[in-house]
């Protein structure tokens, strides 16, 4: 992992999801911020590939109501 600038920050979870966290990072041998860090930036990038799936299915829905008969005629 890139030396980078890290940000403290305080938050909750609940007792399982730490225990998971520390078990993993503890049978990887990596701190736990490592592993934190890491679940974190997946959670982003699952998230951000959700919303342009969903800006595609946006764009084809709107397609389909614009040019509903041309693709009738088309199908044909």
Known sequence: MPNTT???FSS???PEVLTALRKIA???RRPIQEVLDE???EYIERKEKGQSR???I???EQS???FDQLYR???K
């Open 26 to 28: 503890e049978s990887e």
């Open 6 to 8: 890290r940000e403290k």
């Open 12 to 14: 909750q979870a609940a």
């Open 64 to 66: 389909l109501s614009e």
């Open 54 to 56: 969903h800006q595609v």
């Open 58 to 60: 946006n764009a084809f």
């Open 73 to 75: 005629e088309l199908a």
């Open 39 to 41: 679940a974190l930036r």
